[in-house]
Every structure is written in structure tokens, then in C-alpha cells.
């Protein structure tokens, strides 16, 4: 197939050098003409994926018209917060009936929409659907096992989108349900940064162990109350990317969050980071879909208040450890 992968940091580079060992046609798409010229020059994305030898047949470039025109099969993988500009920017080279896969985690915070919507009100016409599990690309890039999940409306597009994307070490599992794919993605970034605050705090296993598991219970209440399914929480786009992102040194999320708990701003724990962290750009949407549908999601908006009205994470954790004692399950 004719792919363009739109975006060129960390994951958007291992998906198109992915892409391209599966013997498809890839132009990459960089933002930047620096990042642009270092992979051409050197073959190698120095600084969002060293180590990483690109193929020489990977095209690069910095002109959306050449990434996108023409193109059966388009993977977008840019921050949240640029998702709708750049799909605006695509749409006059973009043909009925292309298939997007977004690769992004991470939801609108002004309409409080997900991403695959996002790009569906743009492009009504497109095939969209999303890519979603535990894959850190540094990892995928290494060719160390990793199974991901993806998901469409139209479950033939989703078997051909598994197809394109599977070999002997990245196994693709499809998912009907877009809504919880999509949200387990989004909102695992959000309760990472709480694990990184208690690995900053210099807490222990059962902290963690406690945070993750009542984590995994604030997204699965909402993605059902947005219409997701519960199962789907279970999966590898749930507990799975949640328990990756939670724990792993490839984490952006967790160490942005351990900086933080460590007595970092957020401002200074993204600039030592020098990439996006998604959860900081999820977290306020999430509260505010707590709120909608009335969802009890405390973790979520205490990580809210330590990022963005400055309370202190000893503060926060020690408010919700004595939060008025309840069941488990309701």
C-alpha cells in the first residue's frame, strides 16, 4: 500500500520504519525541516528515536501535499492539540474514502471530543479509525514483541488496517469498540502522571499497585458512561497501556510526573522532557467529562489540581487517603 505517516517524533518514526519492513510504500511526514534533513543526511531520528537506522527506500519529508496526496493508507501521529489544524491542512489533497489511522492519545479539550471524531468532522468522507496499546516506540522500533489493538466502524477496514500493520513482532488484535479503544489510549496518560508523582515521592509497590488499580477503575467508568464497552478496559488498550505507561522508563507521562513529585513545575518537567506529554494535555478535558457524566474520578482531579492550581502532591495524596471510606464497587 501507499502509506503517509504524518508526524515524526518518536512514535509516528517507529511506525513508518514498522510500515516500511512490511514492505509498503511510506512517506514520512516531519514537521520540522532539521528533523527532515537528519534523516536524510544520517538515516536516523537523533532526537526522537536514536539508535534507530531508517531504511534508505523511507521517503521524508516537510510537504504535506507530498505525504498525503495519493495515498491509500494515512497514519496520523501528532499531538492532540494539533490534530484538528493538521487534518485541515490535509483535507485539500485527501480523496473519499482514504483510511486514517490515528496513532495520537489524547482528546479535544474545547469540545471534549475524541480524536477519531476530531478528524471525522473534518474529513466526513474518510475511513477513520485508531491504533491503541502497550507500545513504547523505542521498544517497537527494537522489534521486541508488542501487541497492539485497532479499531473502526467498518470491521472489514479494521481486518485490512490489522493486515497492514502485523508481523512476527508487532501482533494487531481488532476491537469494535472505537469509543473505548480510543478513551483507554487517552486516558492511561492521565494516571501515569499520578505514578510518577509517587515514584517522585519515593513511594513503594503497594502505592503504585493501589493508584493503578483504582485507575484503571476511573477510565473504565467513564468509558462505559461514554459508551464504551467494559471489557475493552480489561484489554490491551486498558490495563494494558495503563500498566506500560505506569511503570516503564520510556514513559514520558511517568517521568513528567516523577519530576513533578520530585518539586518540578510542569512547565520545567516538560522542557527537561523535550517532547509532548499527552496527559497534561488530556487531564482538564477528562475533569470536565467527569463532571458530564457524573463520574467519581478523584485521582484524575487531583493530578488536575497539582499540574494546574498549584497544590502540593504530599497535600493531594494525603487528601485522598482520607477521603470518606466507601465500598469497593458500586
Known sequence: MK??????????????????????????????????????????????????????????????????????????????????????????????????????????????????????????????????????????????????????????????VQDVFSNNTFRVYTNDDIVGVELG???????ALAAGMCDGLGYGDNTKAALMTRGIKEISDLGVAMGGKKNTFLGLTGIGDLIVTCTSVHSRNRKAGMLIGQGESLKEAEKEIGMVVEGANTVKAVCKLSLKYNVDMPITHIVNEVLFNNKNVKDVVNELMTRRTTIEFK
Not at 22 to 46: A, G, P, Q
Not at 54 to 76: G, H, R
Open 3 to 160: 502509506i503517509g505517516v504524518i508526524g515524526a517524533g518518536s512514535w509516528g518514526t517507529a511506525l513508518a520504519n514498522l510500515l516500511i519492513n512490511n514492505s509498503h510504500d511510506v512517506c514520512l511526514w516531519s514537521f520540522t525541516e532539521d528533523t527532515m534533513l537528519e534523516i536524510i543526511n544520517y538515516r536516523e531520528n537523533k532526537k526522537f528515536l536514536p539508535g534507530i537506522i531508517l531504511p534508505n527506500n523511507l521517503e521524508i519529508t516537510t510537504s504535506l501535499e507530498t505525504a498525503v496526496k495519493d495515498k491509500d493508507l494515512l497514519v496520523l501521529v501528532v499531538p492532540s492539540k494539533a490534530i484538528k489544524q493538521t487534518i485541515q491542512n490535509m483535507k485539500p489533497f485527501l480523496k473519499d474514502n482514504t483510511i486514517i489511522v490515528s496513532a495520537s492519545k489524547g482528546l479535544d479539550e474545547d469540545n471534549l471530543l475524541r480524536l477519531s471524531q476530531v478528524i471525522k468532522q473534518v474529513v466526513p468522507k474518510c475511513e477513520v479509525g485508531v491504533l491503541s496499546g502497550p507500545s513504547h516506540a523505542e521498544e517497537v522500533a527494537k522489534k521486541s514483541p508488542t501487541t497492539c489493538v485497532v479499531s473502526f466502524e467498518n470491521n472489514k477496514i479494521a481486518n485490512l
Open 185 to 191: 489510549g487517552a486516558l492511561k496518560n492521565v494516571i
